[in-house]
């Protein structure tokens, strides 16, 4: 269950909590009703801060950082994160923080990590009263074709994968590098350092991208016509990784679902479109 390991004011709390054995982050900000909001590879919760300012006077915003690469402390070194495992922490935080009823947000890798989670083998996600996907990781996108050879690389020469992966996600220059291709925002240096976070987990981003390379089965997501969930999507349509037509194949499989397009929008639509984004959370 989730402990403070530090509290705040009433309407903001920061918490630990444990699933499975891995110690996950949580802010907690906010009051209503309850909102997860989960994040992609190489960055921390902290992506999802303009979106939370919008929504924490009428929700209650659970914003984990996951042990996806920009977490503050490292894994221990025997830790072998799965495909599999890491989808897992998406019920185990449910379980963990004690949601009964909650809007599922999912964005980039953590999307796609929210998607796998449906497949049916967690029945805790039947308290996911309803979904709102942003650009993330789909079918064939998961991950986005881009990414193939690093993943291909982490896995067969992780201690090659390690200088490029700290060159893109702890770098000045890497990181700017990586925001421009995922988002429209101009971002202080501050604010850029708050969500990539110390860049001290290289070893673990390695072993995540090592991780992505999921079976045919689950880029089928044969499950997707089954989930009877309210699903908005909100999409950038102007995203290299993730195009408008991966929204249109899931607003094909989806049975319960719309979106709401953001022209010009990026992976992170959460950055470029912060007032949209919280709109369709706020409506779910």
Known sequence: MATPSAAGEADHEELSVDVAGVPIAVRRTGRGPDVLLIHGVYVTGRVWDDVVTRLAATHTCWVPTLPLGAQATEMHRNWKPTLDGLTALIPGLITALGLDSVTLV???????????????????????????????????????????????????????????IRLLTASKRGRRQFLKGVTNAQLSSDRVAEIFGAGQVVRDAVKVTAALKPTAAQQAMAWLPRVTTPTKLVWGDNDDFFPKADAERLLAA???????????????????????????????
């Not at 029945?123 to 881009?146: E, F, G, I, Q």
């Not at 912060?274 to 779910?284: E, H, L, Q, Y």
Request: hydrophobic residues 40%; proline residues 10%.
């Open 106 to 164: 999912g964005n980039d890798s953590g999307g796609g990590l929210v998607l796998l989670a449906l497949d049916g083998q967690h029945p805790t996600m039947a308290r996911v009263t309803s979904l709102v996907l942003t650009n993330c990781d789909s079918y064939d996108h998961l991950p986005p074709k881009a990414f193939g050879p690093l993943v291909t690389l982490s896995r067969v020469a992780p201690v090659l994968a390690r200088p490029i």
């Open 254 to 284: 989806l049975p319960n679902v719309e979106v709401t397009w953001v022209p010009g929008g990026k992976t992170y639509v959460q950055l470029d479109a912060p007032d949209t984004v919280a709109a369709v959370i706020a409506g779910s």
